[in-house]
């Protein structure tokens, strides 16, 4: 927020569109905040008035504040309502819709300098006092100017009131942009999009404030760039974007190649391609803007065949034939000039190679040297492209024209090519800084103007302000007669060999002696080093400039001879044929030099802009490299000078520094004073009178105007903000203070009140409660007693509850005890005897329940395991004594695997596929000796092994049986059925894994009710014929012994009961 009060006419009425959901209370303390950190934080980030400064006399005092600001990304600074503008070189992010929405609508004063404040302001004080405004936007190549006008241009267009005929005319004056930047701006060593042309553009604006027509003015295009340019410089945009960008339907139309590498006059800077520049992108805008200007089809493609002919037209060349004159060597580009420019190609060659002479009554055709011939085209090829650019101008002025009659009011936009200063300075640079004296010239008289205006508006005597009167070079450059521009006519006009260097002695002999004026012949010794024997040099406003006389006169004259000139009035090209009209005088008197057109031109320029209200945008650059972040001291210093800062700062603060209404001036200060806080029942300006008497103002250092508060010095005003700054820390501590214990007072009384009626409503409700549930427990007591009396009695009112109860604690206390596994049968709660049926149910449900899901959780390996206990349980259980102690050990697929069998039993019984195998004892048939055997199951037989050998092969169909006794002895009888006496009887055989083995073999026989289960005695055969006794008995310990009545006796330790076993 600024302090210092800049020009801002009369914000009464503001913008058509305000900011939109912010309070009146909001934006006040916005403002004060802003104008708080403004003036607190001039140490780090600088001050955003200039004209705060208090060595606003010295550049470097300038200079640090530029760098300050730069540094902080603050490109933008006051000095009243001038606007310095530098160059960042990157994106800040400070040209959003939101910003826009900012600074709509709001003072001057108000938010931290922006272009769109300037904008507004502008707009605002046009709608309030229904008069004209133009900005003056200036500065070097590539400090932004261009960039500046489009975002005055954007604001502009977002800003005013929106309807379809207006939203039509604001389209159409934001595409101007883009068709004037590729005629008129090229490439240069400062910057890659530099305008090559000075423009005054005019917006119209209808007394609501929409935007409704615009007019354009165009000064000195550069057009000796379309036939040269310095290395590293291109020429104008245009050419580049139709030869990378153009359709290739259109390029092969107009007879050109997509390589600018073809084209003479676009490689004499050996620059065509540019990264920072996308031409075939931009062609695509430049076509949209010209279909949005409404420009015809025809005019369009006439336009693109005159760009393609001065492509054509540079690629002509001349040879010197035996008598030195100049004949053209190129056919194929006259064909194309011929049919672009619809001129027949006979025409067109004679005109390029020779020139019409009057010789008394007679025209004669003189033939052109080849240097003649080159100047001529070159010539012819500027003309072409320069007429053909203020046709283009015309054009747009007829799109942006506003047909209604009513008037008008315009904010005009002037951008214009600023202070040039090279290494070597020709005819143009002469121009542009002689047009900017002259601006410098009006800038000085309309800002001491508006100064002294203000000073009577407000009842301050003005006081003279002391600076340098640019008027003289002015003279020196411009006088009737005196001036250098009559010099270089009257040497361009007057016959003989007048020269370049023949100007230079003319100047030498008329300005020898004027203080602003030297050459290497005037100058003394010391001088004379600095200068060439062509150069001459002014002392301009900004400095000294040095300029080469070389090409003067030849860019002066800008001939284009009358043959040429009838050549192109045959064309049938349209746009050519209306820039070459029949109609134009063919004098023989020679046309208005370049400099006396462009003199002419300033005056009707200074004529718009006297009748104007002006407003300034300074553009810089911080360096030449565009690189961001880096501010270049010499450079910026050598800008503030030559843009004339320090004068307009000087005149600015030739009286008085600071400036502000009384109103806003009391509102901000009075804490300062005890009168006026923390309300002034007067006036406001007797507040102010009050204040300043208190904060002990000396008389010189203020004035009281009419509505404002003249303050002298910024150090007055720096006391004034510090004082404040103190005073505020001690209000706000008081106020706080008030307004807390005001706050916890009111918070309190509210709390005690609160808390009273609560607590009151609390303890009747508590007392309701309380009396309820007492009334409720007498009741449920007393039906629980009478339920508990009439328990055995059938259901009935009395016991319904209390047997509900019954079921229902009975039902709770079961879900907390259920047994754990299938096996538990003796924790399940004993029911009372209302719920016997019920508890059996639920038992034998639940029982089904856990064993449901022990079988659903049952592997696959597990279930198979369990199939074949199964199996094991129907033939043993309850007659085998040991089976108990069998159940939880699990079997296994086999007992021997196939590596413990012998290789050569293996593969004689391999076929049959070896189903399970164990280690047996067998017990000879005669004698009963024990031997170490292995018995092998297959698909059809069991196998008795002793290693290598088969002992014994019986198969499944020949075994009539298997006995085993009731006790625990692990023997087994394998029954055979003997037909043949050579066969053997039966098997004893004693296994350890008893029942393991005889429940694989009633699988693999697939016979499960063989197997015998007897008591006492077992008989067996031994051979047919011849039977066998094994007697089994339990004993102390388990023995095996032969009887003395030839039995085997079996004798086995006792592990349980019979009684059990039969159980």
Not at 402 to 410: F, G, Q
Request: positive net charge; charged residues 25%.
């Amino acid at each position: 927020m600024q302090i210092t009060t800049r020009k801002t006419g009369h914000s009464g009425t503001g913008h058509m569109k305000t900011l939109k959901h912010v309070s009146l209370e909001e934006r006040c303390n916005r403002i004060l905040r802003d104008m708080e950190g403004s003036l607190t934080a001039r140490d780090r980030v600088g001050i955003q008035d200039f004209v705060l400064l208090d060595a606003y006399t010295s550049e470097s005092a300038v200079l640090d504040n530029l760098r300050k600001r730069f540094n902080e990304n603050l490109i933008y600074t006051y000095i009243g309502t001038l606007l310095v503008s530098v160059n960042p070189y990157k994106e800040l992010g400070i040209y959003t819709k939101k910003q826009m929405d900012i600074y709509m609508g709001v003072n001057f004063f108000e938010l931290p300098p922006h272009i769109y404040a300037l904008a507004d302001n502008v707009y605002r004080t046009m709608l309030t006092e229904t008069n004209n405004h133009f900005i003056l936007i200036s500065g070097e190549s590539g400090a932004g100017k261009t960039e500046a006008s489009k975002k005055i241009l954007q604001f502009y267009a977002v800003s005013c009131p929106s309807t379809k005929l207006l939203d039509n005319v604001r389209d159409r004056l934001l595409l101007s942009n883009p068709v004037l930047e590729a005629f008129g701006n090229a490439k240069t060593l400062k910057n890659d999009n530099s305008s090559r042309f000075g423009k005054y553009m005019d917006i119209q604006f209808d007394h609501m404030g929409g935007a409704v027509g615009g007019h354009i003015l165009s000064y000195l295009l550069e057009k000796s760039r379309v036939v040269h340019q310095n290395h590293g410089e291109r020429s104008f945009h245009i050419f580049y974007q139709l030869v990378e960008g153009g359709e290739e339907d259109l390029l092969r139309w107009l007879g050109l190649e997509r390589n600018c590498q073809r084209y003479s006059y676009l490689v004499q800077g050996e620059c065509a391609k540019v990264s920072s520049v996308n031409d075939k992108s931009d062609w695509k805008t430049v076509r949209k803007a010209l279909s949005v200007i409404e420009f015809s089809e025809s005019n369009i493609e006439s336009l693109f065949a005159i760009i393609a002919s001065v492509l054509h037209l540079g690629n002509v060349t001349f040879v010197a034939d035996s008598q030195g004159y100049a004949t053209l060597n190129n056919s194929p580009e006259i064909h194309w000039l011929s049919k672009l420019l619809g001129i027949p190609a006979q025409v067109i060659q004679v005109g390029l190679t020779h020139r019409k002479i009057e010789a008394r009554s007679e025209e004669v055709l003189s033939p052109f040297t080849v240097d003649q011939a080159v100047y001529a085209k070159d010539a012819l090829a500027k003309a072409i492209y320069g007429r053909t650019f203020t046709w283009l101008v015309n054009e747009l002025n007829e799109s942006l024209a506003n047909k209604d009659s009513s008037r008008k009011t315009v904010i005009g936009l002037l951008d214009i090519y600023g202070f040039e200063v090279f290494s070597v300075n020709s005819f143009e640079q002469f121009c542009i800084n002689y047009c900017n004296e002259k601006l410098q010239q009006l800038f000085i008289q309309l800002t001491l103007k508006s100064e002294q205006e203000e000073y009577e508006m407000e009842g301050i005597e003005w006081e003279s302000v002391p600076y340098f009167n640019n008027k003289i070079i002015c003279d020196l450059v411009e006088e009737k007669f005196k001036g250098i521009i009559s010099v270089l006519d009257e040497e361009c006009l007057r016959p003989g060999e007048a020269t370049d260097m023949t100007f230079l002695e003319k100047l030498e002999e008329k300005m020898g002696g004027h203080p602003h004026f030297v050459t290497h012949k005037l100058a003394d010794q010391k001088t004379r080093k600095t200068l060439e024997r062509g150069d001459f040099r002014l002392l301009h406003y900004a400095g000294e400039v040095t300029y080469s006389v070389v090409g003067f006169l030849d860019k002066n004259n800008d001939l284009l001879y009358r043959n040429i000139k009838e050549v192109m009035r045959q064309s049938k090209n349209a746009i050519v044929k209306h820039c070459f009209p029949s109609t134009e005088p063919d004098s023989k008197k020679r046309p208005e030099t370049v400099a006396t057109q462009f003199k002419s031109s300033l005056v009707g320029l200074t004529e718009i802009l006297m009748s104007k209200e002006p407003w300034y945008v300074r553009c810089m650059k911080p360096n030449e490299g565009k690189q961001p972040g880096l501010f270049d001291d010499v450079l910026v210093r050598h800008q503030v000078k030559y843009l004339g800062l320090m004068e307009h700062l000087r005149v600015r603060r030739a009286g008085f520094a600071y400036r502000r209404r009384y109103e806003i001036f009391l509102q901000r200060y009075k804490p300062l004073c005890p009168d006026t806080w923390p309300n002034w029942k007067g006036t406001a300006a007797e507040g102010v009178e009050c204040l300043v008497k208190h904060l002990g103002y000396k008389p010189d250092e203020y004035k009281m105007g009419r509505t404002k508060i003249f303050i002298r010095h910024p150090r007055t005003l720096f006391a004034t903000e510090d004082a404040f700054e103190v005073c505020k820390h001690e209000l706000a501590t008081r106020i706080q203070a008030k307004y807390k214990g005001y706050r916890v007072k009111g918070d309190y009384m509210r709390q005690r009140q609160a808390a009273t009626k609560i607590e009151t409503c609390w303890r009747g409700m508590k007392a309701r409660r309380e009396r309820e549930k007492r009334a409720w427990a007498v009741k449920v007591i007393k039906r629980f007693i009478k339920g508990f009396m009439t328990r055995n009695q059938p259901a009935c009112v009395d016991n319904t509850e209390y047997l509900a109860f019954v079921r229902q604690n009975y039902l709770t206390r079961l879900k907390e005890n259920l047994p754990k596994t299938v096996v538990d049968k003796n924790t399940w709660l004993t029911p009372p005897p209302i719920m016997q049926e019920a508890s059996q149910m639920l038992r034998k449900l639940y029982t089904r329940h856990m064993v449901r899901r022990y079988v659903q959780g049952i592997m696959t390996e597990r279930k198979a395991q369990l199939q074949i206990k199964g199996l094991t349980s129907s033939i043993f259980k309850g007659t085998k004594e040991n089976y108990p102690h069998s159940v939880g050990i699990p079997f296994v697929d086999t007992r021997i695997s196939e590596e413990d069998i012998h290789i050569k039993v293996y593969q004689m019984i391999r076929q049959e596929r070896i189903k399970y195998s164990v280690p047996v004892v067998k017990y000879d048939r005669n004698g009963f000796r024990p031997r170490f055997r292995q018995l092998i199951y297959t698909g059809s037989a069991a196998y008795l092994v002793e290693e290598a050998k088969i002992k014994q092969r019986v198969e499944f169909n020949n075994l009539k049986g298997v006995s085993v006794s009731t006790l625990s002895d692990n023997f087994l009888i394998l029954h055979v059925q003997c037909e043949d006496i050579k066969q053997k009887g039966d098997l004893v055989l004693q296994c350890d894994y008893l029942f393991e083995a005889l429940t694989k073999l009633c699988l693999v026989a697939n016979k499960h009710n063989f197997i015998k289960v007897v008591q006492g005695s077992v008989k067996f055969d031994i051979q047919p014929g011849r039977e066998g006794f094994v007697d089994f008995k339990s004993g102390q310990e388990t023995m095996i012994y032969r009887a003395k009545n030839g039995h085997l006796m079996v004798e086995s330790t006792r592990t349980k009961s019979r009684a059990m076993i039969q159980n």
